[in-house]
């Protein structure tokens, strides 16, 4: 179940297509604009398979979930039949236009991040983060439209409000960071 904490902006639909993500799109004013998306999944350990790195979990309403465990969690001999474990993944995206002769070279740029939990049970988050610069490079307010130079080509976007382009300037930058994140959490 997804469950949105913010709705996400126009501000957003013209850069989120910089970087290939899609999203549902709410007019406000500029420049920053944000949303975010939690999705929970919790459920009792049914199956641990370290040498696959797989475990399988029974949820609530009964159903049978397979889930790939990645290389980066350490503690998956830990885990046991019977245990609940509760992953969470968090997505969310910031999005900011820039006004002025300071605006940057379109760029992208990527981290990720492991942060795990010292405790007595296996816990911990994997934080996966891209930032993506561009450029207005031309308006067209007559056909509610925006054209942005991105890393790698000229990209031209509708705009659902066409007073939302009044804001915006050829020569503006469009900064866009999307940061994934996912943690769990075994209980004994």
């Not at 790939?68 to 969690?73: D, G, I």
């Not at 659902?160 to 900064?175: I, K, Q, R, Y």
Request: proline letters at 5%; a negative charge.
């Amino acid at each position: 179940m997804k469950t949105p904490t913010r709705p996400i902006h126009l501000a957003c639909a013209l850069t989120l297509s910089l970087i290939g993500l899609s999203a549902t799109v709410q007019a406000e004013t500029l420049p920053v604009a944000g949303g975010a998306v939690s999705t929970s999944l919790t459920g009792t350990v049914t199956v641990v398979n370290v040498e696959q790195r797989m475990l399988t979990i029974k949820t609530p309403e009964g159903r049978f979930e397979v889930l790939r465990v990645p290389a980066e969690v350490k503690r998956l001999n830990e885990i046991k039949i019977g245990n609940t474990l509760t992953i969470t993944e968090t997505e969310l995206l910031l999005v900011d236009l820039q006004k002025g002769a300071d605006v940057g070279e379109p760029s992208v740029s990527s981290e990720s991040v492991i942060v795990r939990d010292p405790g007595a049970k296996p816990a911990g988050m994997m934080i996966d983060s891209l930032t993506v610069t561009g450029i207005v490079t031309a308006l067209d307010k007559k056909n509610a439209s925006v054209t942005i130079q991105g890393p790698d080509e000229h990209i031209t976007l509708k705009v659902e409000d066409p007073s939302m382009l009044d804001s915006v300037a050829v020569g503006d930058g469009v900064s866009a960071s999307y940061m994934r994140a996912i943690s769990g959490e075994v209980t004994f």
